[in-house]
Nanobody, 117 residues
Framework: VQLQASGGGLVQAGGSLRLSCAAS??????LGWFRQAPGKEREFVAT????????SYADVVRGRFTISRDNANKVLYLQMNNLKPEDSAIYYC?????????????WGQGTQVTVSS
């Protein structure tokens, strides 16, 4: 599977963005979003299962972010609302399981999100 993230940009605090991750090839994997800010380790944001679409979120984004997937069109989404400056990072999509980024594979090219205060 190959993944390509898009949809990042510059937004003011309190604003919203929707990220997309287009997949090619086999896509019956758990999909997830991670992010990495400068000088920080890559961190878990959200994951979603294949068929039931059961989401899981990091505490810092729960209630503000929503992960979803369109299996027919092979697209993963991340709706981000009430953005905060600390959400600024490069966001990546990948396949894997759990919240440890080292157990994930097929990393797509990230998309930059910048939230101004």
């Amino acid at each position: 599977v190959q993944l390509q993230a898009s949809g990042g940009g510059l937004v003011q605090a309190g604003g919203s963005l929707r990220l997309s991750c287009a997949a090619s090839g086999r896509t019956n994997y758990i999909l997830g979003w991670f992010r990495q800010a400068p000088g920080k380790e890559r961190e878990f944001v959200a994951t979603i299962t294949v068929n039931r679409g059961t989401p899981s979120y990091a505490d810092v984004v729960r209630g503000r972010f929503t992960i979803s997937r369109d299996n027919a069109n092979k697209v993963l989404y991340l709706q981000m609302n009430n953005l905060k400056p600390e959400d600024s990072a490069i966001y990546y999509c990948a396949t894997g399981v759990g919240d440890n980024w080292r157990r994930w594979q097929n990393w797509g090219q990230g998309t930059q999100v910048t939230v101004s205060s």
